[in-house]
């Protein structure tokens, strides 16, 4: 295997993770999704959209740091974009793929899944293009593009264990 430990990195870990209140964190799964687990004690502070951006980059470029890992989210391919060790992916399907596939994955009606998905989809580009100045859709910001529908998940995860594979990185 590659050994690589997939990490999801939802905001209140990032917070967790930078304030002095964690106490331990580790790499899990929730309803087949990697996620970043925090134990924190006391609360989390509230902070401002550009000081958690400076969080978020500084725990993105630790946890990428540590070794072979999968960063899912918080830009990490416009966080890491001049660290020469990365592999840059991003995931495409049509939208009535990715829609459906939300409301089955979340248990939700179709149609909060399709708005859920276009405010998420407004914001990654906003927050890539007012802090980072790339157009998240950008093919270019990318090693690979992949298109889930059509490969399907296995097939797409082949894809990029193969690359990793002629990297050198097993």
């Known amino acids: 295997g590659l050994n690589l430990a997939l990490v999801g990195i939802p905001v209140l870990a990032i917070v967790a993770l930078a304030a002095p209140i964690m106490s331990s964190y580790g790499a899990g799964f929730r309803e087949g999704w990697p996620v970043l687990v925090i134990l924190a004690t006391g609360t989390v502070p509230e902070l401002s959209e550009p000081a958690l951006v400076r969080v978020t980059e500084a725990v993105v470029a630790e946890v990428a740091a540590e070794g072979r890992v999968v960063l899912i989210g918080r830009a990490a391919p416009a966080v890491l974009d001049r660290t020469d060790d990365a592999l840059h992916v991003k995931l495409v399907a049509s939208p009535a793929f990715r829609v459906r596939l939300a409301a089955e994955r979340l248990g939700m009606d ?30 270019v910001n990318y090693h690979m593009v992949l298109n889930s529908e059509r490969l399907g998940m296995d097939g797409a995860a082949a894809v990029i264990v193969a690359e990793a594979r002629r990297r050198g990185w097993d």
Not at 118 to 126: G, N
């Open 110 to 139: 179709v149609k909060d899944a399709e708005r859920i998905m276009k405010e998420t989809d407004e914001a990654r580009a906003r927050y890539h293009r007012e802090r980072y100045k790339k157009d998240w859709l950008d093919a």
